[in-house]
């Protein structure tokens, strides 16, 4: 499968930058997200992949051959470039059955018939949907109208699968549903997929690597439980994890010491260098915000939604206000005192330029 290659690749619309010099390496066979909020390239970085959108500069190579070069004019399009594109609204022809949809392509390949047939069967049967190859799409849900389209896209066998936020239209239970059917997918056919989306979940739970853009600019290219747990900065921080992360303002000393949000604590680096003099924004994941007991801070209970599985707690510690997640089908009295501890990791963010300087542990 191929390994897709994008060197200082750029481009504007008149003085408006889309996406600015960036460089990526999509390995062979990986599930790649595209992610970040409305606007912030990801669209059009997968657009420029794909061949439906020219760069304004830089170079674009998929399985070794250059699909395009600003400086030397190569532009091959889209069919050249042995990729399929799965879009949002499915685009499935209402007039043809679930079978001729499928088959529609292949049709236009000049397959015979044998061979169409062989090949229909087989992503039928791969994608759960034999039941319906004489219905048309008026016929189908929103999730089997989705299968169809994966299915009528995977029957050439592109080397590389695109898709841009194709489960926007799906209700909560189905994305679930068809999240775990695509990364089952990406394993049973060994392609390379793309995939667009804003949804951290998404990216979170799909990918083995995700790139995360803002405003046209690579932030940060990890895996996701990478990106979560050492995020490059505060906006990766910010947009990756729900609840987000809490942000404290604070200040650190050389030797250690930190205090934010009105506590004072150490803090010990496990990863960088301990942090010199500054002005710095803590970053605490809720899920390490642990209430018990024998926790050494104490904070008032401003509000609790439990779930169930889980119960988001806000907490009022010395006028800041921290997130908490406790796991399990526990609730806590509003307005009622808890004592808290903070456990595993806290990063730390340079205040002025947002980066990630450390990560460490917070010692009260």
């Given at each position: 499968?191929?390994?897709?290659?994008?060197?200082?690749?750029?481009?504007?619309?008149?003085?408006?930058?889309?996406?600015?010099?960036?460089?990526?390496?999509?390995?062979?066979?990986?599930?790649?997200?595209?992610?970040?909020?409305?606007?912030?390239?990801?669209?059009?970085?997968?657009r420029m992949i794909a061949g439906l959108e020219t760069p304004t500069e830089g170079r674009i190579t998929i399985d070794g051959k250059v699909v395009?070069?600003?400086?030397?004019?190569?532009?091959?399009?889209?069919?050249?470039?042995?990729?399929?594109?799965?879009?949002?609204?499915?685009?499935?022809?209402?007039?043809?059955?679930?079978?001729?949809?499928?088959?529609?392509?292949?049709?236009?390949?000049?397959?015979?018939?044998?061979?169409?047939?062989?090949?229909?069967?087989?992503?039928?049967?791969?994608?759960?949907?034999?039941?319906?190859?004489?219905?048309?799409?008026?016929?189908?849900?929103?999730?089997?109208?989705?299968?169809?389209?994966?299915?009528?896209?995977?029957?050439?066998?592109?080397?590389?699968?695109?898709?841009?936020?194709?489960?926007?239209?799906?209700?909560?239970?189905?994305?679930?549903?068809?999240?775990?059917?695509?990364?089952?997918?990406?394993?049973?056919?060994?392609?390379?997929?793309?995939?667009?989306?804003?949804?951290?979940?998404?990216?979170?739970?799909?990918?083995?690597?995700?790139?995360?853009?803002?405003?046209?600019?690579?932030?940060?290219?990890?895996?996701?439980?990478?990106?979560?747990?050492?995020?490059?900065?505060?906006?990766?921080?910010?947009?990756?994890?729900?609840?987000?992360?809490?942000?404290?303002?604070?200040?650190?000393?050389?030797?250690?010491?930190?205090?934010?949000?009105?506590?004072?604590?150490?803090?010990?680096?496990?990863?960088?260098?301990?942090?010199?003099?500054?002005?710095?924004?803590?970053?605490?994941?809720?899920?390490?915000?642990?209430?018990?007991?024998?926790?050494?801070?104490?904070?008032?209970?401003?509000?609790?939604?439990?779930?169930?599985?889980?119960?988001?707690?806000?907490?009022?510690?010395?006028?800041?206000?921290?997130?908490?997640?406790?796991?399990?089908?526990?609730?806590?009295?509003?307005?009622?005192?808890?004592?808290?501890?903070?456990?595993?990791?806290?990063?730390?963010?340079?205040?002025?330029?947002?980066?990630?300087?450390?990560?460490?542990?917070?010692?009260?």
């Amino acid at each position: 499968m191929p390994e897709i290659i994008l060197k200082n690749v750029a481009k504007r619309f008149g003085k408006f930058v889309a996406v600015e010099n960036l460089n990526l390496n999509i390995e062979s066979n990986a599930f790649i997200t595209l992610l970040g909020p409305s606007g912030c390239g990801k669209t059009t970085t997968l657009r420029m992949i794909a061949g439906l959108e020219t760069p304004t500069e830089g170079r674009i190579t998929i399985d070794g051959k250059v699909v395009f070069d600003a400086d030397e004019g190569i532009n091959l399009p889209p069919n050249k470039r042995d990729v399929g594109f799965l879009f949002q609204n499915y685009a499935l022809w209402p007039h043809m059955t679930v079978y001729q949809n499928i088959a529609f392509g292949l049709e236009n390949l000049k397959w015979d018939k044998n061979r169409i047939r062989t090949r229909v069967n087989e992503l039928l049967k791969m994608l759960k949907i034999e039941q319906f190859e004489k219905r048309y799409p008026s016929e189908l849900s929103g999730g089997q109208q989705q299968r169809v389209a994966i299915a009528r896209t995977l029957a050439p066998g592109p080397k590389v699968l695109f898709m841009d936020e194709p489960l926007s239209n799906l209700d909560a239970k189905l994305r679930m549903e068809m999240r775990t059917e695509l990364k089952r997918l990406h394993r049973d056919t060994d392609s390379t997929f793309v995939y667009v989306t804003h949804d951290q979940l998404e990216a979170m739970t799909l990918s083995t690597r995700v790139c995360i853009m803002e405003t046209g600019v690579l932030q940060q290219y990890a895996p996701p439980l990478e990106m979560y747990n050492n995020p490059a900065n505060l906006f990766v921080a910010d947009f990756m994890g729900n609840p987000t992360m809490n942000f404290i303002d604070g200040h650190i000393k050389a030797d250690g010491s930190i205090e934010f949000g009105g506590i004072k604590a150490k803090f010990a680096p496990t990863s960088g260098s301990q942090p010199g003099d500054m002005d710095v924004v803590v970053g605490i994941r809720p899920e390490y915000i642990h209430i018990d007991e024998e926790g050494a801070m104490q904070g008032t209970v401003y509000s609790t939604l439990p779930s169930g599985m889980e119960t988001t707690v806000k907490l009022d510690v010395n006028g800041t206000t921290l997130t908490a997640v406790v796991f399990g089908d526990v609730d806590y009295d509003v307005d009622s005192q808890v004592s808290f501890s903070f456990h595993k990791a806290a990063v730390i963010f340079e205040k002025a330029t947002g980066k990630n300087v450390a990560k460490g542990k917070l010692i009260v």
